[in-house]
């Protein structure tokens, strides 16, 4: 079946009857390969309003708070990391990282996202005293912390399961596992830019243990690593299985779904391109847009899709707004792995966000880290004030 007859078999499909027009992979793949990309992003638009009819975009309020950057997997991707015993590296303490949190709640953040690297330094001790004093200190403050790789490095130095660390860390007061450390779930591809990272398998499986008690987890993907559209589509396939599987089970799965492009600029994998490549590395605004789009259609069973304002800027976030996206992250205070890689804008304020919301003829909600609608102050200028017309939504 050709791209055409693809999405006007999609035009028919409905939260009602979406099963009966579950794009297949080979679908998936087709629209991704040959369909026009304004036409794609249309469809997009279209299915993102079956599914949020409401016409509004969420954002968070938080904070990245990158609590080490020691790090044994060596991704070729990551310049972020350090090896134990360079003199870069760093570890911060609980009155540093509790510091940042109150500098959270002075602007009423509602989370923070904590990660770092796979540190084997730090027993399981640390963290479960980590978790228990930000509870005790920061209370209204939800904490999604330790990206799946993390949780198996924590689960190697400590002797237990990864099942077990989670269960310790959720007693502690962890509230979410974020979702990094996806980048690409195909064999192939994780081989050639992470191969100390292990398995897709075993990420998906930290995951579904985190649902399994109840941990609210989202799903990422980094692309632009030489794959195809064959590529890419089997690793969201992968999150819809195992969406299909923990909702069906658990009554719980991902909260979203957040894709942005591999950044090139000043690690080792972004050296491969000044080299006699076979592909050209990396991924473009175009590239990314046809990315959110088909994920979008793809993905019937993750309600949220969330643009990249760190990686791809404001004006192609807006955009991805236009074509599938309902979300558009989060405020972030601070950021410092993505911006290692060479990204420059590090923060953006609620104001920002709004009126880049605004702008593209939404409502700005704000929300919390599992989707939950917050009251909103519009701290942004009012679109009767704006010098051309919004987009009709």
Same mark, same amino acid.
């Given at each position: 079946?050709?791209?055409?007859?693809?999405?006007?078999?999609?035009?028919?499909?409905?939260?009602?009857?979406?099963?009966?027009?579950?794009?297949?992979?080979?679908?998936?793949?087709?629209?991704?390969?040959?369909?026009?990309?304004?036409?794609?992003?249309?469809?997009?638009?279209?299915?993102?309003?079956?599914?949020?009819?409401?016409?509004?975009?969420?954002?968070?309020?938080?904070?990245?708070?990158?609590?080490?950057?020691?790090?044994?997997?060596?991704?070729?991707?990551?310049?972020?990391?350090?090896?134990?015993?360079?003199?870069?590296?760093?570890?911060?303490?609980?009155?540093?990282?509790?510091?940042?949190?109150?500098?959270?709640?002075?602007?009423?953040?509602?989370?923070?996202?904590?990660?770092?690297?796979?540190?084997?330094?730090?027993?399981?001790?640390?963290?479960?005293?980590?978790?228990?004093?930000?509870?005790?200190?920061?209370?209204?403050?939800?904490?999604?912390?330790?990206?799946?790789?993390?949780?198996?490095?924590?689960?190697?130095?400590?002797?237990?399961?990864?099942?077990?660390?989670?269960?310790?860390?959720?007693?502690?007061?962890?509230?979410?596992?974020?979702?990094?450390?996806?980048?690409?779930?195909?064999?192939?591809?994780?081989?050639?830019?992470?191969?100390?990272?292990?398995?897709?398998?075993?990420?998906?499986? @930290?995951?579904? +243990?985190?649902? $399994?008690? #109840?941990?609210?987890?989202?799903?990422? %993907?980094? &692309?632009?690593? =030489?794959? *195809?559209?064959?590529?890419?589509?089997?690793?969201?396939?992968?999150?819809?299985?195992?969406?299909?599987?923990?909702?069906?089970?658990?009554?719980?799965?991902?909260?979203?779904?957040?894709?942005?492009? @591999?950044?090139? +600029?000043?690690? $080792?994998? #972004?050296?491969?391109?000044?080299?006699? %490549?076979? &592909?050209?590395? =990396?991924? *473009?605004?175009?590239?990314?847009?046809?990315?959110?789009?088909?994920?979008?259609?793809?993905?019937?069973?993750?309600?949220?899709?969330?643009?990249?304002?760190?990686?791809?800027?404001?004006?192609?976030?807006?955009?991805?707004?236009?074509?599938?996206?309902?979300?558009?992250?989060?405020?972030?205070?601070?950021?410092?792995?993505?911006?290692?890689?060479?990204?420059?804008?590090?923060?953006?304020?609620?104001?920002?966000?709004?009126?880049?919301?605004?702008?593209?003829?939404?409502?700005?909600?704000?929300?919390?880290?599992?989707?939950?609608?917050?009251?909103?102050?519009?701290?942004?200028?009012?679109?009767?004030?704006?010098?051309?017309?919004?987009?009709?939504?």
């Amino acid at each position: 079946m050709d791209w055409v007859h693809i999405l006007q078999q999609q035009a028919n499909w409905s939260v009602s009857e979406k099963s009966q027009y579950r794009l297949t992979s080979q679908q998936a793949t087709e629209l991704y390969d040959n369909a026009p990309l304004h036409q794609l992003m249309a469809a997009a638009m279209e299915r993102r309003k079956s599914m949020h009819p409401e016409g509004t975009v969420t954002y968070l309020i938080d904070r990245n708070i990158n609590y080490t950057n020691i790090c044994t997997i060596n991704c070729q991707f990551c310049s972020f990391y350090r090896p134990p015993n360079h003199s870069e590296t760093y570890t911060q303490t609980f009155e540093e990282i509790s510091a940042r949190v109150v500098e959270l709640e002075q602007i009423g953040g509602s989370r923070i996202l904590m990660q770092g690297g796979v540190n084997p330094e730090l027993p399981i001790s640390w963290y479960q005293e980590l978790i228990s004093d930000l509870v005790k200190h920061h209370p209204t403050i939800a904490l999604d912390c330790f990206s799946p790789i993390e949780i198996e490095g924590i689960a190697e130095v400590s002797g237990l399961s990864t099942l077990e660390v989670l269960q310790n860390f959720q007693s502690a007061g962890m509230h979410g596992l974020p979702g990094g450390g996806a980048e690409m779930l195909v064999e192939s591809v994780r081989k050639d830019v992470s191969p100390k990272k292990g398995l897709p398998e075993n990420w998906l499986k @930290v995951m579904q +243990e985190a649902q $399994s008690l #109840g941990l609210t987890t989202s799903a990422t %993907n980094v &692309f632009g690593f =030489g794959e *195809g559209a064959t590529e890419r589509v089997e690793h969201m396939r992968r999150l819809r299985e195992l969406q299909d599987s923990s909702l069906s089970t658990y009554n719980i799965g991902f909260t979203s779904f957040i894709a942005w492009p @591999v950044q090139l +600029e000043v690690n $080792s994998f #972004g050296r491969r391109n000044r080299g006699q %490549n076979k &592909f050209e590395l =990396g991924a *473009g605004s175009s590239e990314y847009l046809r990315h959110v789009a088909v994920s979008r259609l793809f993905f019937d069973n993750i309600e949220n899709i969330q643009s990249s304002w760190p990686t791809m800027g404001i004006s192609v976030a807006q955009m991805a707004l236009l074509g599938g996206a309902n979300d558009i992250g989060s405020t972030m205070m601070e950021e410092n792995v993505v911006s290692a890689s060479g990204t420059t804008k590090l923060s953006a304020s609620e104001e920002e966000l709004q009126d880049v919301i605004l702008r593209a003829g939404f409502r700005p909600k704000r929300r919390d880290s599992d989707y939950n609608i917050l009251p909103t102050e519009i701290v942004a200028a009012e679109v009767s004030s704006m010098k051309a017309p919004t987009p009709i939504q």
